[in-house]
């Protein structure tokens, strides 16, 4: 950096002497970006996208350099720009404008978008970066499998479309069995065969190195990069910078991908949208769909979102028009799937009465047995982890609360005392405060649990556990039980020769919105790791045949789920039908943000109801034709608030995830 007295000698550059930044600052009324001279020093390093310091209300601050002009509107003196960090142009011009209509669209500032979108520099990494492999054109990249897209009605349209480079959209329902890691490299394959870049993001990192090898495998080494938190600074960097520099054509990655610089952007797919890590749990808030989908409106490029189950969102994109359906005829479905069968029909019940009470019915004991002597595995999906994760009062049933902080107490293991979940404190001399019981009995039976009660019905077979402490990513086509949590099970070599999907209570008659559609992702992500039923694949589901969730799950049809599910949330005025903002902080800042909000004509106020920690949370709802106008709205009452430099927080997010 020069010193003072170089500094007052500078002189603007001749051509294009101002620069516009966007400084890393997080106030909502510095949300704009500010001029800055560039020297003729550095004319030459400080194009736009590069890391820039510079001062900012007396202090030196981070920023990025937007753009360059010939003039400022600014009426005063500009300050110069302090130092140019590196040349690196790591701000891609697309990706900045994507982050600017992210920043938009959740109510939040560009500085924490682009916070989100590039990485923290790596210094070393930059001067070591190597050059880009030298790869023949079109060389080594695999052709589409029989039986794979060609399975599909319009499956083999699609790819024809992103072959010659048009901005196809498609919703895809992936049929049971499916090697769907193979089909998005066909995509990405297609796409590069057609000269444009793809953009891939999974849900964790286990979906991504089932993805990295299939791409692998289809392009050919040199094509792709992976990037993942679990790397490490230096290698994310060293990846990112490959994506950049424009070096490789397809980025797959976890939930931060979103925002690869990917040039001559073809195609963006996201798997599995439902999953609630694809949102971000940092401000503003973005889903990895909706970013994803924005870019591929603002590129004009083709979009996929998959998975086995489909979410309200994906059913809108169908129903507005935006996206077309990739779905396999009946018949085709048919001969893919496991034979799935409910434990509460009336023909089950007349032959095994206790199975509408039974954890394990007959039924499911027997398809395991039958599937463990066929020597295949078995999965078990149980929707909590733990031994006894919650219990209550013998006598009473009243649930059992901590003695110091009322939380719920649990059990770790058959000879342990409880604990509870909130203070950790455990409660050897617990006794409940209703009949003075101090026996305890099980609320809800947890994945520990369950694998001891499974070793004992079915002694001499092995038992595994996959789920936090141990997430397995695949098993042998052996005789063998697998208790999982949802979204740890493990792929088995041929296919699962039987799935139980216990406890099903447990997951549908939680208090949210999505409960039934979250109900419908887990139990189609583990029953599609079954077997077909005409290699002998059975899936049991321990809940009436009757719910609208097990019906579509007997049917493999997503898409009547969804449709059905969007139909409800359109006549209860809820996301995605319509669009919604929760506002939440101590009741003080609430009311005053909301008294300083212009809210759109029609706007609906909902509260407040208690968040926690003293604080409460207001809901806003509007049609989504003014979802531009609410957003703009609180974010131009945030920046009165932080003008006036309020002191307490207020939490913006638009359409969370979680409503209730």
Known sequence: MANKGTRGEREPAERLPVARVCVDVALAHLDRPFDYLVSTGDDEAAQPGVR????????LVSGFLLSRAESSEHPGKLSYLEKVVSAERVLDPDVAQLARAVADRYAGNLADVLRLAVPPRHARVESQAADPPAIEEDSGIKEPAAGGWDSYLTGGAFLRALRDGKPARAVWSGLPGEDWPARLAEAAAATVLGGRG???????????????????????????????????????????LAASRHQVPVVVGTRAAVWAPVAD????IIWDDGDDVHAEPRAPYPHARDVLLTRARLADCAALVAGFARTGEGQLLLETGWAREITADRAVRRHRSPAITPTGDDSQLARDPGAVVARLPSLAWQAAREALQA??????????????????????????????????????????VPVCHWCGRAAAAWECPVCHDRRLRASVIGARRTAEEMGRAFAGFPVRTSGRDEVLTTVAAEAALVVSTPGAEPVAEGGFGAVLLLDTWALLSRADLRAAEETMRRWLNAAALARSAADGGRVVVVADGSLAPVQALLRWDPGWFAARELAERRDLGFPPAARMASVTGLTVAVNELLGLARLPEGAEVLGPVPAGEEQERMLLRVARSKAADLAHALHEAAGVRSARKAALPVRIQVDPADLF
């Open 375 to 416: 020597g295949t595995p078995v999965l078990v999906q149980v929707p909590r982890r733990g031994y006894l994760p919650s219990v209550a009062c013998a006598e009473c049933r009243s649930p059992a609360r901590c003695p110091h902080c009322s939380g719920p107490l649990g059990l770790q293991g058959a000879r342990d």
């Open 198 to 240: 793809v953009v891939i993001v999974v849900a964790d990192a286990r979906d991504l190195d089932r993805v990295d090898r299939a791409l692998q495998a289809t392009l050919g080494p040199g094509r792709h990069v992976a990037l993942n938190a679990a790397l490490g600074p230096a290698e994310r960097y060293r990846r990112f």
């Open 52 to 59: 820039v310091k510079v001062r900012f209300a007396g202090q």
């Open 265 to 268: 952007l073809g195609l963006v």
